[in-house]
């Protein structure tokens, strides 16, 4: 059975659309690359979003395999600028509390969970490591599908989840949002 570490990638620019690492980001991208080479991985996946594709290059090239990237890795939302930022932010926060809501630049938060969940089920019967750079938002979302909501810590309910934390996932959560590997 595979043995999932999935990462949140590196902090973004702050820009709408689809932004890449900031140089702290790409340095916490380095720190988790440095990490995940003791675990052996035999894969890296890759939301296509710019800041979980930069996160993924970084850790695939420390380990040695090329990135696969997966659609359903997306995030659940993505600000795009077409709409303004404290519209997008109202949405997010209705998703985060309504989880069948499905807000104008995404989808629900029972929906970005399932499609989680069937990126896991196809790849579960690997015997091996496998990393998977994501986002927050939708880690969230498969969080409080497979342990509920008490069992996910409540700031991550609201401020997400911290760049480059590992999440282990080993048939079940064994580790939520690590940052221990991120330390001087």
Known sequence: ????????????????????????????????????????????????????????????SAVGVPVREDARLRERMNWDGTQSL????????????????????????YRAAERFQAFLADHAHESSAIVVCTHGGITVDLLRTLVGDASVPARMLVDGVPPCAITTL???????????????
């Open 86 to 109: 404290e519209d997008f932010l109202a949405d997010w926060a209705t998703a985060v509390r309504h989880r069948d809501f499905v807000p104008l630049s995404g989808d629900s938060s």
């Open 170 to 184: 080993d048939g079940h959560v064994v580790d939520i949002a690590s940052v221990g590997h991120l330390q001087d």
């Open 1 to 60: 059975m595979a043995i999932f570490y999935v990462v949140q990638h590196g902090e973004k620019e702050q820009r709408a659309g689809d932004p890449g690492l900031t140089g702290i980001g790409r340095s916490q991208a380095h720190r988790a690359a440095r990490w995940l080479q003791t675990v052996d991985p035999s894969a890296v996946f890759s939301s296509p979003m710019r800041r979980a594709r930069e996160t993924a290059d970084i850790i695939a």
